[in-house]
């Protein structure tokens, strides 16, 4: 029964019990009365009716007034505070009910915030513990992934389906020399989160690794597998696979990680020993055959005649000069691949000379200085060995001539990297020298067995002594190989700040299908890309002069994985459209022209939705060019434009700038293809949410809302 | 009746030298420098034993060996195989495809006659 209807009964209940004693008293009264009786009552009410009217009716709406005061106090007030109790558990926890009404009511709100308050102080304990734990194993994961971003190996974790969770920078910076294409991304761009590695790898050897590893695991077996791939290009990898177990440490794989070794130069380089070895034996073989029967026939009948003895001779003469010419073209040939296996890492000169003194001073106390450094010269060199063995020459030569100091000189010619070591004293004698080469070296309480010969020899280089006489000094010279270092992994940390992106294990658990209308907006993957173009009129020619790209995987817009292309679109910029773009005319001139960078960014973004801000705008361009590049943007496009028509309809504008600034997001560059494309992918990250509120979850809800939508009538 | 021994090779700096030296034991030596020309000069010729070379331009050392031993009428022909590789497993191909020795380059003429006559006198 409702309240109202309550109180209305209780109004009747109260004007029946005010009146209804004295009418039954009346009654039975009126029956049990004579005749006469009965006349002389009707007299005596008849005048006072008016007053015992009037007083009942008082009575009554007294009554009624505090009927109604109690049900405004008690029974409303109790329903207002249990509406305020409500909005406590649960919209807005900080929310208080205002103590109102008799004391009963009062003490009863008081208790009800006490309790809230208890209740709030326990959830912000246990949020505060979850954040902490949160916050724990966040660094735990940073930690991780800065540890494999410093390795020397590339390494990459995949789930089982073969979607890439982690890859480190050397994996980045591997398959990024791998690729081989005009534009800044081709290839490159295909390792990223949340993308398939069998775009890199062939997918059968993965599976056969993946089963072996089974195979392993149930045969008790350390788990792991090894195979060796061939990459377009002819590149060779080597791969290992280590599984990753399920967290509850059963047998059940749930993933795996992959160092990945390029052993191209390894393969060619033990083909080339080979095939020195092969022309040094086997080749000399036939000649020496020659030779040898030739030899002993001169030997064993020397009474021929002259005639034939000459053409003995000639065999002999012939085929040793033959073979000398061989021995000869084989040493230029392959030089480089007959020095010494001994490991030799690619050092800078000068980080080796600085240890060299460091090590010379500290150890003997004597002052070194340097004079002309190339301080570019990379060399191939065992530097512990290397700088031992200048440290031993410099403790012979306090030995034996007390220098006030050493200098040190590094020049190059050609392959060979001249490493000098110099004194001012007396001319020393070559004998002197040849011992110090030849015994085991030791300096101030260290030795070594090896000779300073040895350790020259292990770096296929040499060693001599030579004089300046106009200086009144002296040098040892070592020479020894130059080495072309790698390009050194150019750090794109500036780049975006917050934790590093190449990694986002909650992708452990994804499902493989990338693009499916009915899965959750958050969960997808996408592309968020814009373009520049030469003017507003695709279909007047105007071209694409830049495209810009980021991925939005699980949420989070990853800054490292994007794409940056100029365009050279083929015709004139227009003059008024270069302050809006700031790209210039020589800018675009030698950049790949669309037919190079659209079937590009197409690899980029394939399997993902694609985001653009006024889609309609860019998808026209792209679309214009289908026929000409056959390629085909065939996947879902989401416009923000739309999305924020969706969130905001009574808004005015939904120009880039405007929401940026209604939805609070600030930007420092912009009007650049990649900065407007970070720039939507953060909008569109902001507009999830307030899609969920709207009851739009899934792709295929956003994309009809959008339709739906005035803005979704422009047509380019 | 001297032996006849049939020198296969396409180097002449080792041919001279073998037929030098044959001729020298009292053989009577022919010279084929190709393999082609071996079954030829092996029909017009008859020796009674082969000093093939294995790396010979048209027809290998090996295929002239092959060849040879399928036809029966030859059964009794000794076949040398002379060879400037030094493998294990090309001595064994060698044998397989009939040979009845097998001589890796350099080697000493002295053992090579030696087994010359060890196979002529078997």
Redesign the interface.
Do not use: Y
């Given at each position: 029964m409702k309240a109202k209807h309550r109180l209305l009964l209780a109004v009747v209940v109260l004007g029946l019990l005010m009146t209804g004693p004295f009418v039954v008293t009346s009654l039975l009264v009126w029956l049990d009365m004579q005749d006469a009786e009965r006349e002389m009552l009707t007299k005596l009410l008849i005048s006072r009716l008016p007053i015992g009217t009037m007083m009942t009716l008082f009575g009554f709406i007294l009554g009624v007034f505090v009927i109604h005061r109690l049900f405004k106090q008690y029974v409303e007030g109790l329903l207002r505070m249990s509406e305020t109790l409500r909005l406590m558990l649960g919209a807005n926890r900080n929310f208080r009910v205002t103590p109102d009404g008799p004391p009963e009511v009062q003490q009863l709100a008081r208790a009800a915030n006490d309790l809230a308050q208890q209740r709030d102080a326990l959830m912000d304990d246990v949020d505060s513990q979850i954040a902490a734990a949160k916050a724990s194993v966040e660094e735990e994961k940073n930690r991780l992934a800065a540890l494999m971003s410093e390795l020397a190996q590339a390494v990459v974790v995949c789930n089982l389906d073969g979607r890439i969770l982690l890859y480190n920078n050397r994996a980045r910076l591997q398959f990024r020399a791998l690729a081989t294409g005009p534009t800044s991304v081709s290839g490159g761009a295909l390792i990223g989160l949340g993308r398939s590695i069998h775009s890199i790898l062939e997918k059968s050897q993965v599976r056969h690794a993946q089963e072996v590893i089974r195979q392993r695991l149930a045969g008790g077996k350390a788990a792991m597998a090894n195979f060796i791939t061939t990459l377009r290009g002819g590149q060779l990898l080597r791969v290992q696979m280590v599984p990753v177990l399920a967290a509850d440490g059963g047998e059940a794989m749930t993933g795996y990680v992959l160092t990945i070794e390029n052993i191209t130069r390894n393969i060619e380089q033990e083909a080339r020993r080979d095939q020195v070895l092969h022309s040094l034996t086997e080749g000399s073989r036939s000649a020496l055959g020659n030779i040898r029967a030739a030899v002993a026939n001169l030997i064993d009948y020397p009474e021929m005649e002259a005639e034939l003895r000459e053409r003995f001779l000639k065999v002999v003469g012939d085929e040793v000069a033959a073979m000398s010419q061989r021995l000869d073209q084989t040493m230029a040939e392959f030089s480089d691949s007959m020095k010494t296996r001994w490991p030799l890492e690619d050092i800078l000169g000068i980080d080796m000379i600085a240890a060299a003194q460091r090590r010379i001073e500290d150890r003997l106390g004597l002052p070194t200085k340097t004079e002309e450094l190339d301080d570019a010269l990379w060399i191939k060199a065992d530097s512990f060995s290397l700088v031992f063995a200048l440290l031993y020459l410099a403790g012979k030569l306090v030995d034996h001539y007390e220098p006030r100091e050493l200098r040190f000189r590094l020049s190059s010619e050609g392959k060979l990297a001249y490493l000098d070591l110099i004194w001012a004293g007396p001319a020393m004698s070559s004998e002197t020298f040849y011992t110090w080469e030849m015994e085991s070296m030791q300096v101030a309480g260290e030795t070594t067995p090896m000779t300073l010969r040895e350790v020259i020899d292990r770096h296929a280089g040499e060693i001599w002594y030579q004089r300046e006489k106009a200086a009144h000094r002296a040098y040892f010279r070592f020479v020894l190989p130059v080495a072309t270092p790698e390009v050194a992994p150019e750090d794109e940390r500036s780049r975006g700040s917050g934790r590093p992106e190449y990694y986002d294990f909650d992708l452990f658990a994804a499902r493989n299908e990338f693009v499916d209308l009915d899965r959750k907006l958050s969960e997808l993957t996408y592309t968020v890309f814009d373009t520049e173009t030469t003017g507003l009129e695709p279909s007047n020619g105007d071209e694409i002069i830049q495209i810009g790209a980021a991925r939005i995987v699980n949420n989070r817009q990853l800054r490292q994985e994007i794409f940056n292309q100029l365009v050279d679109p083929e015709r004139p910029l227009r003059p008024e459209s270069i302050p809006i773009h700031g790209i210039s005319e020589d800018m675009v001139r030698g950049q790949p022209n669309i037919d190079i960078v659209l079937p590009a960014f197409h690899e980029f973004c394939e399997d993902t939705v694609l985001i653009a801000h006024n889609a309609a705008f860019d998808m026209r361009f792209l679309q214009l060019k289908e026929e000409r590049t056959g390629v085909r943007f065939t996947q879902p496009v989401l416009d923000t434009l739309l999305l924020s028509a969706v969130v905001h309809p009574n808004q005015e504008s939904h120009k880039l700038d405007v929401i940026l600034e209604r939805l609070g997001i600030g930007i420092a560059k912009r009007h650049n293809a990649l900065e407007d494309a970070f720039a939507t992918g953060e909008v569109f990250l902001k507009l999830v949410p307030l899609l969920e509120e709207m009851g739009i979850v899934t792709l295929r809800q956003a994309i009809e809302a959008s339709a739906k939508t005035q803005f979704a009538r422009v047509k380019y | 009746m001297a032996h006849k021994i049939l020198i296969v090779d396409d180097?002449p700096?080792?041919v001279?030298?073998?037929e030098?030296?044959m001729k020298?034991e009292g053989f009577e030596v022919a010279v084929a420098g190709d393999g082609e020309d071996a079954l030829a000069k092996v029909a017009a010729f008859a020796p009674d034993l082969v000093l093939l070379d294995v790396?010979m331009p048209k027809k290998s050392g090996f295929e002239v060996c092959e060849a040879l031993r399928a036809d029966p009428a030859r059964a009794g022909l000794r076949i040398v195989m002379?060879t400037?590789?030094?493998r294990d497993t090309e001595v064994a191909k060698g044998l397989a495809l009939g040979a009845n020795a097998y001589v890796?380059?350099?080697?000493?003429?002295?053992e090579l006659v030696a087994k010359v006559k060890e196979l002529l006198a078997a």
């Open positions: - | 180097e700096n080792i001279i030298s073998l030098f030296l020298k790396m002379l400037a590789k030094g890796t380059k350099p080697f000493s003429t002295k």
